[in-house]
């Protein structure tokens, strides 16, 4: 069976460009994510959709599921996507985060941060000081990119890295954050697709979790 824990997708060069926004006047939700979140096309590996890996269109990745239930509370919902996959890579370059920072211009009442996968393993997992360092980079990341309003919700990797997975918990917990667990979804068959990604049904539980998460917020929000 194949080993439904290999992130066998390159960092370099997932997306064109690591943000783009959607004008609107309702809920901001910024996602702040790797190639699950959003891939470009990169034909040389065999993947020509645009949206999240591995969903089948753009529809059934995790990001529009979810938004389609925030939708339905506010219909001129809108979601930007901050693709941070060099800066999982580069984690612990002091200058990382000034190549994301104008995503905060979004101006999110929600962030949703789920990433990890590209950190290197070899590099980091197994090194306190390493661990040490992505915990602060990712401390940071959140810190600027909720422009100081937005809630802010966690999830654990979808490749199970324990080291990286406490690192981002805590954050979560010292700065009062939602803390999301996906449970088997990361571990089923039948929630892995290609590159051994989220599957049209792995992406479906992914928004299902994180939906149950944020949905007070939402309903805060709109009635607020």
């Known amino acids: 069976m194949r080993n439904l824990q290999e992130n066998n997708v390159p960092a370099e060069n997932q997306n064109k460009t690591d943000f783009f926004t959607y004008d609107n006047t309702g809920i901001r939700v910024l996602f702040v994510g790797n190639s699950i979140t959003r891939h470009s096309p990169k034909p040389d590996i065999g993947w020509h959709r645009d ?13 529009h599921v979810l938004m389609s239930k925030i939708r339905e509370y506010d219909p001129n ?11 999982e890579r580069r984690y ?11 995503a905060a211009d979004f101006h999110p009442d929600i962030v949703i941060m789920f990433f990890g996968a590209n950190v290197p393993a070899d590099k980091c997992d197994k090194d306190p000081a390493q661990v040490a360092v992505f ?8 810190d600027m990119l909720r422009d100081g309003r937005a809630k802010v919700f966690h999830s654990e990797g979808f490749y199970i890295r324990p080291a990286l997975d406490e690192a981002k918990r805590q954050v979560a917990e010292e700065c009062g954050d939602a803390w999301i667990t996906l449970g088997d ?5 039948e929630t892995h697709g290609e590159y ?3 599957s049209d049904q792995g992406m479906a539980e992914i928004a299902a979790a994180f939906w149950k998460a944020v949905k007070p917020t939402v309903e805060a929000l709109k009635n607020h």
């Open 135 to 142: 915990k602060d980079t990712y401390r940071r990341t959140r």
């Open 185 to 189: 979804i990361r571990t089923r068959e």
């Open 51 to 63: 949206c999240g890996m591995a969903a089948s269109d753009i529809d059934h990745d995790y990001v």
């Open 196 to 198: 051994t990604h989220p």
């Open 92 to 102: 612990d370059e002091p200058d990382v985060l000034e190549h994301y920072r104008s």
């Open 77 to 87: 919902a809108a979601y930007s996507i901050c693709q941070v996959a060099g800066l």
